[in-house]
């Protein structure tokens, strides 16, 4: 079993920054990805930004060029630098991490979430 801490929500007025992280223990083999998803009241959980081990990342086209998603392999631990804060990005952001258990047993873990505000 994996757990997953997250820390750095809160409130924030648009046009500020906030910085997430999340740190990742347990029975981890290897870690394949870590990123963040977000989901919004009413709306369906959507990828935010994730990094792989190889160093690739991946951004929603909506927060592309605001938000940064960066990692430390050392401490298991993935960070999500946001500027320019918006309305529309208030949501519950939830830390994701891609592993293998063991040399064969991939699984995919979601953290209980960290509420992020942005008032107008």
């Known amino acids: 079993q994996v757990q997953l801490v997250e820390s750095g929500g809160g409130l924030v007025q648009a046009g500020g920054s906030l910085r997430l992280s999340c740190a990742a223990s347990?029975?981890?083999?290897?870690?394949?990805?870590m990123g963040w998803y977000r989901q919004a009241p009413g709306q369906q959980r959507e990828l935010v930004a994730v990094?792989?081990?190889?160093?690739?990342?991946n951004y929603a086209d909506s927060v592309k060029g605001r938000f940064t998603v960066s990692r430390d392999n050392a401490k298991n631990t993935v960070y999500l630098q946001m500027n320019s804060l918006k309305p529309e990005d208030t949501a519950v952001y939830l830390c994701?991490?891609?592993?293998?258990?063991?040399?064969?047993?991939?699984?995919?873990?979601w953290g209980q979430g960290t509420q992020v505000t942005v008032s107008s």
């Open positions: 994701y991490v891609a592993y293998y258990r063991n040399v064969i047993q991939r699984k995919e873990d």
């Open positions: 347990g029975s981890i083999f290897s870690i394949i990805a």
């Open positions: 990094t792989t081990s190889g160093g690739s990342t």
